[in-house]
């Protein structure tokens, strides 16, 4: 597609429940970064994909976080077990590489609410 | 670590003057720096950036200047529009590793007409 797309746009959950978030980026894009705003704030890194090498993940809050991404496709983020503080957006964005060179494509992000 | 710090909000202002939100950085290399404005509804945008000492980043009007003397990247316009209304963020990316963009806070600008 021309753009990063992000799905749901939103999404409403029960406290303890698990979510999936989804991102499609830019065809030919090697890397995917996932970042959360929390309301007010800046964007937190979360975890970097970059072709098939191993992702970083060191900007996971904790262990309920996780995300795959299978070759230079789809991604996806999920919580497990969601608590209200999970309560922000999530932005996906793509990069032809290692970001600071080539740029960051941003989707437009999935707005969680835990209730 | 590396981290970005920017003048808190909300800025707001008359349409037509002159703008400034400071920027400022801490980084363990030689950064790479960014200003992303995200409009009312809509997903994070490039407005300019910057990749080395100096180097003067522009677009829509807007400017920032590398300033490695003072670990600057202070975003300026000199005539404002009420379509400038927005949350800017300042970011920095280093070069290595994931490159991934370290964030300031935001900061909100509503122009009035």
């Known amino acids: 597609g021309a753009g990063v797309s992000q799905s749901p746009s939103n999404k409403v959950t029960e406290k303890g429940k698990d979510v999936e978030l989804r991102c499609d980026p830019i065809s030919g894009h090697t890397a995917l970064y996932w970042y959360r705003q929390r309301l007010g704030q800046g964007l937190e890194f979360l975890i970097y994909?970059?072709?098939?090498?191993?992702?970083?993940k060191s900007g996971l809050p904790s262990d309920r976080f996780s995300a795959e991404r299978t070759g230079e496709s789809v991604s996806t983020l999920t919580i497990q077990r969601t608590q209200q503080e999970d309560s922000a957006v999530y932005l996906c964005a793509s990069s032809l590489g290692p970001g600071a060179n080539y740029g960051y494509t941003f989707g437009s992000g999935t707005r969680l609410t835990v209730v | 670590g590396d981290s970005v710090t920017q003048m808190e909000g909300p800025v707001t202002l008359s349409e037509e003057a002159f703008l400034t939100i400071n920027c400022t950085y801490t980084?363990?290399?030689?950064?790479?720096l960014f200003w992303y404005v995200q409009y009312p509804g809509e997903g994070l945008q490039l407005l300019l950036k910057a990749t080395k000492a100096d180097d003067k980043g522009s677009n829509k009007g807007f400017e920032a200047t590398y300033r490695k003397e003072t670990t600057s990247f202070h975003l300026e316009k000199g005539s404002v529009q009420v379509s400038d209304s927005a949350v800017y963020f300042c970011?920095?990316?280093?070069?290595?590793?994931?490159?991934?963009?370290?964030f300031g806070q935001g900061t909100r600008l509503t122009i009035n007409p």
């Open positions: 994909f970059q072709g098939n090498s191993a992702p970083d």
């Open positions: 970011a920095l990316s280093v070069l290595q590793g994931a490159q991934k963009l370290v």
């Open positions: 980084a363990t290399g030689y950064p790479s």
